[in-house]
T-cell receptor, first 114, second 111 residues
Framework: NAGVTQTPKFRILKIGQSMTLQCAQDMNHNYMYWYRQDPGMGLKLIYYSVGAGITDKGEVPNGYNVSRSTTEDFPLRLELAAPSQTSVYFC?????????????FGPGTRLTVL | DAKTTQPNSMESNEEEPVHLPCNHSTISGTDYIHWYRQLPSQGPEYVIHGLTSNVNNRMASLAIAEDRKSSTLILHRATLRDAAVYYCILGGDNAGNMLTFGGGTRLMVKP
């Protein structure tokens, strides 16, 4: 099992550009999550999904979009990148609700917006 | 929202036990206590979780106070590889999918 994989590892964007952060898991988990982590801070939930076709906002969804067309994939889309979106982005998955189940995290994508 | 309070940092010597405290005085009856850790430049990693009883696994032990207002993560023999930020998080009915990762405790292990 590869677990949770994320691509790319690093990316530099110019202000106003768009990009998609990829996330995939091979554990057949229904629940998937996107977090961001600013320097020296804890993680904040951006969006989550409880299954294919179902997504919901987390704590900091503004400036991001998600889709979940398959169980395995949960891409995060940044439209019109801003310097405030400079952060490390982590994708995670779990068998059930995060409140009761172990989350598995990917290695992260380090994004810089200049 | 039920929140947790942890010391910003702690130091330990290699091969000694480490007790990482967490206060959660507003915990509700259905909140689980989760611990995750984050090694430098990596994603968080699950350590352990529990509801009321103490829990043990291959990584650590979780001791939960009888009133559940505090808990302690115990690493029985710290190694250099255990140097990380440790997050104590409440999850359950109230949190649903919204786990809140606060600042955590940065554990430094001295050889």
């Amino acid at each position: 099992n590869a677990g949770v994989t994320q691509t790319p590892k690093f990316r530099i964007l110019k202000i106003g550009q768009s990009m998609t952060l990829q996330c995939a898991q091979d554990m057949n988990h229904n629940y998937m999550y996107w977090y961001r982590q600013d320097p020296g801070m804890g993680l904040k939930l951006i969006y989550y999904s409880v299954g294919a076709g179902i997504t919901d906002k987390g704590e900091v969804p503004n400036g991001y979009n998600v889709s979940r067309s398959t169980t395995e994939d949960f891409p995060l889309r940044l439209e019109l990148a801003a310097p405030s979106q400079t952060s490390v982005y982590f994708c995670a998955s779990s068998f059930g609700l995060a409140g009761w189940n172990e989350q598995f995290f990917g290695p992260g994508t380090r994004l810089t917006v200049l | 929202d039920a929140k947790t309070t942890q010391p910003n940092s702690m130091e330990s010597n290699e091969e000694e036990p480490v007790h990482l405290p967490c206060n959660h005085s507003t915990i509700s009856g259905t909140d689980y206590i989760h611990w995750y850790r984050q090694l430098p430049s990596q994603g968080p990693e699950y350590v352990i979780h529990g509801l009321t009883s103490n829990v043990n696994n291959r990584m650590a032990s979780l001791a939960i106070a009888e009133d559940r207002k505090s808990s302690t993560l115990i690493l029985h023999r710290a190694t250099l590889r255990d140097a990380a930020v440790y997050y104590c998080i409440l999850g359950g009915d109230n949190a649903g999918n919204m786990l809140t990762f606060g600042g955590g405790t940065r554990l430094m292990v001295k050889p």
